[in-house]
């Protein structure tokens, strides 16, 4: 296959993960994001592994998604150590490339397990940033040394781009999502104060408010616990 073609074949593929991934509004966050790796394994030449994974501490390290075992056992073997490709990723440089494996230096804990453990000797590693106090790493993996080219950075940066924005869109319908819920809580809350005490919204609302501050409980949990004691069948 010519460069030509196979640059349309990329551009074809990023394209249409874009699409499926705009229309992704009823799927779960880990199904977008399997779109994501394994759209990365299809369209990076080179690529035969791939996992997204995500760090709220320079030692921690979760997989959020991988294409298989292998990927999974590798940022194991990093949270063992507390170094490696995708923590660095995340936390010291935006993309960390291995072009192999048995020859790097910098994480002399991971790499001697690394090298026995799994068959990955070419390793690229895309920082993701997915929340305020929230880091992850879009990681690329394969058998062969070397076999990641330099222009292969870009195309795994949009991978890596694809995957945060999912991230980010999922965490703002969960906010929206929880914001209704507490808006409509409170409004049950309100109501049976309204019907208890024969006031208006405004005297209930601020009656839930001073309630809220001499007990020193948050608003919607005060709000929560008054309809959960009224209608205890509503929590069971």
């Given at each position: 296959m010519s460069d030509e073609s196979l640059d349309r074949n990329i551009h074809r593929g990023i394209a249409e993960l874009a699409r499926r991934l705009h229309s992704a509004k009823d799927r779960s966050l880990d199904d977008v994001l399997r779109d994501v790796v394994e759209g990365a394994v299809a369209n990076v030449p080179g690529a035969e592994s791939a996992s997204i994974s995500v760090t709220t501490?320079?030692?921690?390290?979760?997989?959020?998604?991988?294409?298989?075992?292998?990927?999974?056992?590798?940022?194991?073997?990093?949270?063992?150590?507390?170094?490696?490709p995708c923590l660095a990723a995340a936390w010291d440089e935006p993309i960390v490339r291995v072009d192999d494996l048995s020859t790097e230096t910098r994480w002399p804990a991971y790499t001697p397990d690394a090298l026995a453990s799994i068959p990955f000797r070419s390793i690229l590693s895309f920082r993701l940033y997915t929340a305020a106090e929230t880091l992850g790493?879009?990681?690329?993996?394969?058998?062969?040394?070397?076999?990641?080219?330099?222009?292969?950075?870009?195309?795994?940066?949009?991978?890596?781009?694809?995957?945060?924005?999912?991230?980010?869109?999922?965490?703002?319908?969960?906010?929206?999502?929880?914001?209704?819920?507490?808006?409509?809580?409170?409004?049950?809350?309100?109501?049976?104060?309204?019907?208890?005490?024969?006031?208006?919204?405004?005297?209930?609302?601020?009656?839930?408010?001073?309630?809220?501050?001499?007990?020193?409980?948050?608003?919607?949990?005060?709000?929560?616990?008054?309809?959960?004691?009224?209608?205890?069948?509503?929590?069971?």
């Open positions: 501490g320079r030692a921690e390290l979760k997989t959020q998604i991988a294409t298989d075992e292998l990927a999974v056992r590798h940022n194991q073997i990093q949270v063992i150590h507390g170094e490696g790493s879009l990681t690329l993996y394969s058998r062969a040394k070397g076999n990641f080219a330099e222009d292969i950075e870009e195309i795994g940066a949009i991978f890596a781009a694809h995957a945060a924005n999912a991230w980010i869109a999922s965490e703002r319908n969960i906010q929206f999502n929880s914001a209704l819920a507490s808006r409509d809580i409170i409004g049950q809350a309100k109501g049976m104060i309204m019907e208890r005490f024969s006031i208006d919204a405004v005297q209930a609302f601020e009656l839930l408010r001073r309630l809220s501050q001499d007990s020193n409980v948050k608003l919607v949990e005060l709000a929560t616990q008054l309809v959960e004691t009224d209608h205890p069948s509503a929590s069971e």
